[in-house]
C-alpha cells in the first residue's frame, strides 16, 4: 500500500518507457509533483521490471492506513488495451500481451489504469501544462516517433478502441521517404528523430563536400547524429543541416495544417525531444501550416510548445487515472 | 407558425443548398421523414430567398396552437456561426454575412439553430442513417467538393469555432495536383468530382486515342465529364476511365487510413454524389486504407454507404436543432 506524507487525496503516475520509468505524485487540486527515476529492466523481463517498479512505490511512498492514492495511473509506450489492463504491445519493452493492471492492484490494494503514454501526456499537458483551461486542443509529440493526443469540446479523444489520436503516421506524400510502417510519406518519416537522422546520413554521404557542421559536432561519425545536432550545425551556418531543418518543419507544417483542419482546435501544443533539440522547428512548422490550412480554423489558432517536458506522461497519468476512478464527467 | 398534422412532438430541418432546397420533418422518436424541394432563388439574392422559404413553410405546414414544431434546424453549404445564427460565407449561394436565424425565428416563432449542411448530414447518418447505435464514427459525403463530420465517443465534434471535420482539404500528396484552395495534393484535389472530371479531361487531351467510351457517353463534349460517366466508361472496358478511377480511389483510401489513425472510428460512412455515381470507388478505396492503416484501429472498422441520401441533411438539421433545444447529453 501506498503513501504520500501529508496530503489528503492524491494520486501516483507512472511513466513506463522503454530505458527508464518516471513516477510522480499529484495532489487533489494541483499538480505538486514529486518525481522518481528508476531504470526499466532488461527488455522482455516483464516481471523484473514490475517486481522493480512495486518495490520502488513501496519503498518510496509507504503505505499507512488512511493516506493511500485514489489511484494509480500507468502510461505505457505502446499499444494497451485500457479496460483490461493489458500491454498487447510494447516494442521498445518488448513486451506482448502482458497484463499490467492485474499485479500491480494485487501488490498496491489501490485502483490502477493502464493507459498510452502519449495519451497521459496529452492529459498532463491539458489539466496541468500548456493546454489548460482549453476544451479544444491537439498534443503532438516529436521524438524519435510522432504520437498525439486530442482534446474535443472538453473531452479526451479516445476513438472506438482507446487508440485516436494516431498522428505520425498521417500520409502526407505519397511519394515521400518510406517509413517504419510500410508507407511511404507519413509526418514521422519527414519530422520523427530517427528519420531527420536518416535523411541527414543519405545526403551527407551523397555529397562529401556538404554539411561541415554536422561532421565537426559527430566527429564524423554520421551514426551518432540527432536532430539536435542538425540544429546546432544549422546555427552555424552548415547549409545541409538548414535545409534539413527546414524539411522537417515544413513537413510538421502540413501535418498540422491537416490536423487544423480536422479538429478545429485551440491550441496545437507540441513536445517531446525533437521539438526541445531543433527549437527553429516550430516557427517553420507554423509558417508552413498558417499558409496551408482553411481560414475558419487558422481565426484563433495558437501553436506553442509543452510545457511539462519528459514529466508530462507521469502526471497525465496520475491525473487521468484519478479522474476515471472519480468518474469525472467529460473525461 | 409551423404545424404538422398528427405529431405530437417533431421537427422541420432545411438543407439550404446552392440550388436546391430540402424540407423534411422528423418526428420525436423516429425520422418519419416528409420533404419538400423548393428551388433557391437567384445567386446573391439572400431575401428573396429567404421569404419564398418561409412562405413555402408557412404553406406546407400552416400553423394551429398546439402543434408547433419544438425546433427548426437549417444547414448552409457554407460557412456559419452557429451561436449567432449569420451564414459567414456560401459561396453557392452567394450569401457574404446573411443573418439566417434572426428573421426565421421571427417569422416562425420556433427556436431555430443554424449549421453546416455537412454537420447536418453527418447528425443525420448518425441517428437516422448508416451510423445508427455507433458512438464512433466519420461520415465522408464526396460530391462535388469533399467535407465531412466526425462523432468520438458518442458527441458530436465541433471544434474550438465549429468547423471540425473539414476533411476533404487534407493533404496527402506534397506534389499532388492543385486544388481550388490553392495547396497541391489535397484529398479533395484526387477525388471530388471537380478534380476527377479535369483530371479526364487533361487526359483525353493529351491522349487523343484513349478513352474511347469516355468520349461516346459525353458525345464528345468533354466539358460535361462526370465522375458518373468515368465510372461507366470503366465498367464498358475503358482503360483509360478504369485508370481515372483507380487513381480517385485510393487517393480515397489514403484520406481514409488517416482518419482511421486520427479518430480509430467503428464506421465510416461514404457518402455525396460522387460515391452514388462511381459505386467502384467504395471497394477500391476500402482496399487502400486496409493496406495503410495501422493495426490497432483497423480491427473492427466498417466502411459503409451512407443511408439517407440526399436527405441526409434536412434529416440531421431537423434532429440536430431539436437535440440542442432540448439539451441532449453528448449532442
Excluded at 502510461?75 to 506482448?96: K, M
Excluded at 527553429?280 to 501553436?303: D, G, N, Y
Excluded at 511539462?308 to 496520475?318: C, K, Q, S, V
Amino acid at each position: 500500500m501506498l503513501q504520500a506524507a501529508g496530503r489528503k487525496a492524491h494520486s501516483i503516475g507512472i511513466d513506463l518507457g522503454g530505458t527508464k520509468i518516471e513516477i510522480a505524485v499529484v495532489g487533489d487540486t494541483s499538480a505538486q509533483v514529486e518525481h522518481v527515476h528508476l531504470a526499466t529492466g532488461p527488455a522482455g523481463e516483464a516481471e523484473r521490471t514490475l517486481q522493480e517498479l512495486i518495490d520502488c512505490l513501496k519503498d518510496k511512498f509507504p503505505s499507512t492506513p488512511g493516506s493511500l492514492p485514489v489511484a494509480v495511473g500507468v502510461g505505457v509506450a505502446g499499444q494497451v488495451n485500457p479496460s483490461t489492463g493489458v500491454v498487447q504491445f510494447a516494442p521498445n519493452l518488448r513486451w506482448r500481451n502482458v497484463p499490467l493492471r492485474a499485479p500491480l492492484e494485487r501488490a498496491l490494494a489501490v485502483p490502477v489504469k493502464i493507459m498510452n503514454d502519449v495519451h497521459a501526456a496529452t492529459y498532463g499537458e491539458w489539466l496541468y501544462g500548456a493546454g489548460r483551461g482549453h476544451d479544444d486542443l491537439v498534443c503532438l509529440f516529436v521524438g524519435t516517433g510522432i504520437g498525439g493526443g486530442v482534446v474535443s469540446g472538453g473531452r479526451f479523444l479516445m476513438g472506438h478502441s482507446g487508440s485516436a489520436g494516431e498522428l505520425g503516421h498521417m500520409t502526407i506524400d505519397l511519394a515521400g521517404p518510406l517509413c517504419s510502417c510500410g508507407n511511404r510519406g507519413c509526418l514521422e518519416a519527414f519530422t520523427g528523430g530517427w528519420a531527420i537522422a536518416n535523411l541527414a546520413r543519405l545526403r551527407l554521404r551523397a555529397e562529401p563536400e556538404e554539411g561541415p557542421w554536422i561532421r565537426r559536432l559527430t566527429n564524423g561519425d554520421l551514426g551518432t547524429i540527432t536532430a539536435q545536432i542538425v540544429s546546432e550545425a544549422a546555427s552555424h551556418g552548415d547549409t545541409l543541416a538548414q535545409s534539413l531543418q527546414t524539411v522537417a518543419g515544413r513537413a510538421l507544417g502540413v501535418g498540422l495544417a491537416n490536423m487544423i483542419n480536422a479538429f478545429n482546435p485551440a491550441r496545437i501544443i507540441l513536445g517531446g525531444g525533437v521539438m526541445a533539440g531543433m527549437p527553429e522547428l516550430l516557427a517553420i512548422a507554423e509558417r508552413e501550416a498558417k499558409s496551408r490550412a482553411l481560414k475558419a480554423p487558422l481565426r484563433e489558432i495558437e501553436i506553442v510548445k509543452a510545457e511539462l517536458g519528459p514529466l508530462a506522461g507521469a502526471i497525465g497519468a496520475a491525473a487521468r487515472a484519478r479522474d476515471l476512478i472519480r468518474g469525472a464527467p467529460n473525461r
